[in-house]
């Protein structure tokens, strides 16, 4: 069937394939300037992996095939590609580049332009790094290889959403997301639902749809400098993700499979030598036990993830085809947690009217399917009855026997030893209440090229992206009863995301004169995006006619079938970009954007205009600089950017209640609304050294976002119509930073090459303003204890929670013998790191690659919630440890007496500092800390000796998250509970963290 499909695949390229016996290939680089030798330039088979590089004196040995493609390139040079003939022997002579970064990149629109010219920061990550560990969702790969770029992965493994943030927090109504972009057309990456402090599960994003084998590079736009054509989405940076094509000349098959274990890292700190007293639910206990000690890490399976992915690529001059097939299926370390995902590409390029015009058609299809993806929170999850459960009891009991037959229901029950909101059976939750996400999308998108003549150039591009989502969880009968009916709950929700795109942009390329450069764009676009449009039930306590029945017409009369609808959104735009150069050295940039939002409507506002204006100077063409200095350049940009009020802002309408009445609108019409606005300007400099094997990125960035949503009471004299509120254009939120890039290769000869790279991120966010009620807070989730609120002064991801009571001598105050606490939660420091620091290594010796990632944040806070809970049931490490010491240790003194307090018995101290609304000063963490990221060995095959139709052969050891380096919190603090705003920092019985190690094996025939 593989024989057949690629067989198949080749007809449909038109291209036959050719085995040609391979040859050894030798030669000499050197500089078309003066004839010195080059060292460390490129060569590559074009379309396979086989490359190498030439030595100290220029040499180079390659093997290749007549009629192969040898591509020779190096910073600094013009890139060349010749043909294999017959001779053995190609000896080439490079020339300068004016272009001195030897690169163009892809910006904004996917307009390319040369990267010593921009005006603002950039990254580009390439393929290989995406794929070298394959990481289930490819961004997460790119942690620390950026700078300015924050991270977070979601706890629910295999399949969850990532967040995702360049530069700080924004925005004071919505999250600060960057737009995600493919092939220069904006994409979908709605998020699911997303976990709490009560509970819940995430519902992945729409990255997860892309396959990481498809993407040719992702160029970062961090800030709204560089994203202003993409208008108000750009907002918060842009994404941009380029993905392959076909590449012309003999068809190529390229198949990577990749296997990798998933285990955890580590689990909370739990003792088995004490258990309850009687019946209780808690393990105070003073007296030691034998007790079972393995079923907590039983619980924990070992995940398997297979990544396999099938590619096809060729073409002649007129036509290229690109295809490719892969499939991740996985299973995650907690029991009956599936993840299986199909990804369909296909993209072909076609050139006609004597290659004036150029057709490109683009298609991806995705098709996931999620089972039992784990919550977090206190309900409905299986670790806290896991975690909790008392150490005296047979727990082998119940996960053996986790439901029992109820002959009076004629139904089987749950089998538990007690009726707790905040315990099931781990089991019966695995078994009984499954879950099911299930997503299929398509993007398709047609681009349409024309070369009018050589400077003037035109094209239409069209995208139509479509998801449909499903989401279901079945509770049965005689789940837990504070969020099941006795009869059993049904959640239940299926919609729709589409969002249609159409742009058209003219270019125009030309020397004014010998001195005088102009590139320009112009253009004008069109987007219309539908969100969750579709249907949903939630059951909860209301129940069911009969039990376990999931069916609409087993619904009771007081339970709605609701109609959901996330909102519609038409943008339009107009944009131009103009950029002059002179003597390729001086570079000025202007931009600007008039957009029309249909959220704005009603408003006089719907119109918004905003500019961008960049200077860039090459320092090194300006002047004569040191001969160890190859390359030097200073950068300045400053930009506004609007963004448009969210769906059903401006006239918000009322709704029908279950019982078909009508839900009054409360809030105030929004008839003076106007765009927020960004505005943003940042300087860099960017030097390289030593033939560029030193190089030096800095930026400074200020950002600033006003005219804020913000919803404020309204005065007495107001509240007529029945309304308690309106929304208002307020608030100020800045965000200052500092982003270092420091690359060198240390060692390069003959055989060994070490390439390292520093990515430093330093960010302040500060919120200003939050209008004209000083007292304000935005609250971004609260409960128990936890609070994350926006307050004046303050900033984003502020963590606020219960603190001891201390006298002036720092002393914690005892009332009746026991801790007091604040009676309102207090600031206790924010989640953010005070710095990011990502060190990427690769060292090649002869046919071994190494590669190695290190992460590191240093400085923020944590919270964990599952430790407080963990300490007032008694089953923490700590609790044991005290109660073995006689006691805890403090420094206290009494209220009433004044007396001095040393010592504290284990139950008193941690029932009262832990439990559900404890003081939370005792659980709260540094964030620091250092990993291994990821770690990749690969052995290039010499497939000459194989005898096979083989162009090339790759087995490499691969690993993700291996271990930590330090880390002072009990948890992962990297990882989200939730990756939208509310709720960052908080562990609350999260997944615990995993590490992956597997191999990997690439084959190109």
């Known amino acids: 069937m593989f024989k057949k499909l690629i067989f198949f695949l080749v007809l449909a390229l038109g291209i036959q394939p050719l085995l040609a016996q391979n040859k050894t290939l030798t030669g000499v680089v050197t500089d078309a300037t003066d004839g010195s030798p080059l060292p460390g330039v490129n060569i590559l088979v074009q379309g396979s992996t086989v490359g190498t590089q030439t030595d100290f004196d220029g040499n180079y040995t390659i093997e290749a095939s007549s009629g192969d493609v040898l591509v020779f390139s190096f910073i600094g040079m013009k890139s060349q590609s010749i043909t294999v003939g017959a001779s053995n022997t190609i000896n080439v002579s490079m020339e300068g580049d004016a272009e001195q970064l030897g690169e163009v990149v892809v910006t904004a629109l996917g307009i390319k332009r040369q990267a010593k010219a921009l005006t603002y920061s950039q990254q580009s990550v390439q393929s290989d790094e995406l794929t070298k560990t394959r990481d289930p969702n490819f961004m997460n790969s790119i942690a620390g290889k950026a700078a300015g770029v924050e991270i977070k992965k979601s706890t629910s493994g295999a399949g969850g959403s990532t967040q995702i943030v360049l530069r700080g927090n924004k925005s004071l109504s919505g999250d600060s997301s960057p737009l995600f972009v493919i092939d220069g057309i904006p994409m979908a990456n709605n998020k699911g639902s997303q976990p709490g402090m009560w509970g819940g599960t995430d519902g992945g994003d729409g990255l997860s749809a892309i396959n990481p084998d498809d ?118 370390i907690t029991p009956e947690n599936k993840y299986q995902k199909n990804n369909f590409t296909f993209k072909q390029s076609t050139k006609m009217f004597n290659d004036k015009v150029t057709i490109t058609s683009n298609v991806i299809m995705a098709i996931e399917e999620t089972k039992n993806r784990l919550p977090s929170g206190y309900y409905l999850n299986p670790l806290t009855g896991l975690y909790m459960f008392p150490r005296n009891r047979n727990f082998y009991d119940f996960k053996n026997n986790y439901q029992v037959f109820n002959e009076d229901r004629n139904l089987y029950a749950q089998n538990w030893f007690v009726s707790d909101h905040h315990q099931s059976n781990p089991y019966w939750i695995i078994n009984k209440q499954p879950r099911t996400d299930n997503s299929k999308r398509i993007i398709g998108s047609l681009n349409i090229a024309y070369d009018i003549t050589e400077e003037l150039a035109f094209q239409v591009r069209g995208n139509y992206d479509y998801a449909v989502k499903e989401y279901e969880q079945q509770h049965a009968a005689t789940s837990n009863s504070t969020n099941v009916h006795p009869k059993g709950a049904w959640d239940y929700r299926k919609y729709d995301d589409k969002l249609a795109y159409t742009d058209a942009i003219l270019s125009y390329n030309t020397d004014l004169s010998e001195a005088i450069s102009f590139n320009g764009v112009l253009g004008g676009s069109y987007q219309k995006t539908i969100y969750g449009d579709g249907v949903s039930v939630n059951t909860g306590t209301d129940g069911l006619l009969y039990p376990n029945q999931y069916l609409f017409q087993n619904l009771p009369n007081n339970v709605q079938v609701q109609s959901t609808y996330g909102g519609s959104v038409i943008k339009q735009g107009v944009f131009a970009n103009v ?219 502020d963590i606020y929670v219960r603190k001891f009571v201390r006298d002036e001598q720092g002393r914690i105050v005892f009332d009746a013998g026991k801790p007091t606490r604040t009676p309102l939660a207090e600031y206790v420091g924010n989640l953010d790191p005070e710095w990011s620091l990502g060190w990427n290594n690769n060292l090649s010796y002869k046919r071994f690659n190494l590669g190695v990632q290190i992460n590191g944040k240093f400085g923020g806070k944590v919270f964990s919630q599952t430790e407080s809970m963990l300490d007032g049931a008694g089953v923490s490490q700590r609790s044991a440890d005290a109660r073995d010491a006689g006691g805890v240790t403090v420094n206290g003194v009494d209220k009433t007496s004044g007396n001095a307090i040393t010592t504290v018995g284990a139950e008193t101290w941690y029932r009262a500092i832990g439990d559900r609304n404890g003081v939370g000063e005792a659980y709260v963490y540094d964030r620091t800390n250092i990993r291994l990221s990821q770690l990749s060995l690969g052995y290039n095959i010499d497939v000459d000796k194989l005898g096979l139709p083989i162009k090339s052969a790759t087995l490499s050891f691969i690993g993700n998250n291996l271990f930590f380096i330090s880390k002072e919190a009990p948890f992962d603090p990297e990882l989200a509970m939730s990756t939208s705003r509310n709720s960052q920092g908080l562990d609350n019985f999260n997944l615990p963290s995993t590490g992956t190690y597997g191999f990997n094996l690439k084959v190109t025939f």
């Open 579 to 797: 950029q002059l150069g002179y003597k390729e050295m001086l570079f000025l940039d202007l931009a600007g954007r008039n957009d029309w939002a249909s959220t704005l409507a009603l408003t006089g506002n719907d119109s918004y205009f905003y500019p961008s204006v960049g200077v860039t100077a090459i320092v090194s063409d300006m002047f004569t600089l040191p001969e160890s200095i190859s390359f030097g350049k200073l950068r300045a940009s400053y930009t506004q950017v609007g963004n448009e009020v969210p769906f059903n802002r401006i006239n918000p309408q009322n709704s029908i209640s279950v019982n078909g009445g009508v839900n009054r609108n409360t809030v105030k019409p929004f008839f003076d609304a106007k765009p927020e606005i960004i505005t943003s300007w940042e300087f860099g400099t960017d030097w390289r050294f030593f033939q560029n094997r030193l190089a030096f990125d800095f930026t400074y960035y200020n950002i600033i976002s006003n005219d804020q949503f913000i919803e404020i009471p309204l005065l007495q004299s107001e509240s007529e119509g029945g309304f308690t509120t309106k929304f208002i254009n307020a608030g100020e939120v800045t965000n200052k930073g500092v982003e270092i890039t420091l690359s060198a290769t240390p060692v390069r000869t003959d055989n060994v090459e070490w390439v390292t790279a520093f990515n430093f991120t330093k960010n302040v966010n500060e919120i200003v303003d939050l209008g004209p009620d000083e007292d304000k807070e935005i609250n971004l989730g609260s409960s128990e204890g936890y609070t994350s609120k926006l307050k004046k002064g303050g900033s984003f991801n």
């Open 215 to 332: 993407i040719a590079s992702i160029s970062i736009l961090k800030g709204s400098n560089a994203a202003v054509l993409y208008g108000s989405q750009g907002a918060n940076g842009v994404v941009l993700i380029t993905t392959k094509q076909g590449v012309s000349g003999k068809t190529t098959v390229t198949f990577n499979s990749g296997y990798t274990f998933e285990h955890f890292l580590e689990l909370p700190d739990l003792q088995f030598k004490y258990g309850a007293i009687g019946s209780a639910k808690e393990s105070w206990s003073t007296t030691p036990g034998d007790y079972q000690d393995n079923y907590v890490e039983e619980f924990f399976q070992t995940g398997h993830n297979f990544n396999n992915t099938l590619t096809v690529s060729g073409g002649n001059d007129k036509t290229t085809a690109y295809f490719s097939y892969g499939n991740t299926t996985a299973s995650g």
